[in-house]
Structure formats: C-alpha cells, structure tokens
C-alpha cells in the first residue's frame, strides 16, 4: 500500500520513539536526497579540480590538499613573488578545503541517513537553506546561537 510520505512521518512520530527512526523520517526523501547528492558530487569535483591547478592532494587527510610552493627564480624579487604566490595559495586552499571537507561529511550523512538534520538539535534543516547550501550540517537557528552568523 503507497503511503504518503507526509503522512507516515506522522504515524512514525506518534507510535515509534525511537530516536533514530524518527531522524531519519525526518530527513529528506530519497529524490530530495537524491537531488542534494548530485550537487555535492558535483561541487566536489569542481572543487577538486580548482584545488589541482595550484595544490597536491594530501594523501594523509579525507580530501586534504597541500598547496605547491612555486618556484619563479633565484633573485630576491622572485623569492618575495614566491613566497606572495604560496600564501596566495594557501588561503584559495584554505576556503576550498574547508568546502570540500564539508562536502565530504555531507556525503558522508547521506550515507548514514542523516542528511538534512542538524547536528545539533536534530531537527530538519530545512530544503531552503539546503537549495542554498547543500553541505549545511546546521539548521539556522543553530548556526546563528553557536557560530553567530549564517
Ligand atoms: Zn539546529
């Protein structure tokens, strides 16, 4: 029998207390679900294909990149250029790392089935605020109360 996803969330929330079926009723369907893995995987390789042009991939860390110290020439010009072009370097690697890592912990709840709920008060975050950030682990309220911005 086809029940509405509307409606079992309600039946689940009335007869089952179990945390983690509750959460995972609440999370977003499988075509939402569906629709958020694509964008991340697709952010992903966007990401990783920027961080490739100025950085390794760090074999050590999940997604890690360690940016290339470049090399211009030996006069002390080219050493001040190197050493601006490295930290250049460094905080491109720094805002794209943090993006990927969470890109990769997002994909990492989708697999667990917590995709779509806050880490913090387990409620949903909401598809809107996913439109617009799909690797949210934080729903807004949250996000305001522990980081002070959204
Ligand atoms: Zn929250």
């Known amino acids: 029998m086809y029940v509405p996803f509307k409606f079992a969330k309600i ?3 009335v007869y089952n207390t179990n945390i983690k079926t509750i959460k995972n009723y609440m999370a977003l369907n499988k075509e939402q679900i569906k629709k958020f893995k694509k964008i991340l995987e697709d952010r992903k390789t966007e990401i990783e294909k920027e961080l490739s042009k100025f950085a390794k991939k760090d074999k050590h860390t999940d997604g890690g990149f360690v940016a ?5 020439g ?4 080219d050493n001040a250029r190197e050493v601006a072009a490295y930290i250049n370097c460094l905080s491109m690697e720094g805002t794209f790392g943090k993006e990927l890592r969470d890109i990769f912990s997002s994909l990492k ?3 667990e089935g917590n995709y779509g709920v806050c880490k913090y008060c387990n409620k949903e975050i909401g598809e809107k605020r996913l439109e ?13 109360k522990f980081k002070g911005e959204v």
């Open 132 to 144: 617009i950030r799909p690797a949210s682990s934080s729903c807004v309220a949250c996000k305001k």
């Open 109 to 111: 709840r989708i697999n």
């Open 11 to 13: 039946e689940i929330k």
């Open 68 to 72: 290339n110290f470049p090399d211009f």
């Open 74 to 77: 030996d006069t002390s010009e």
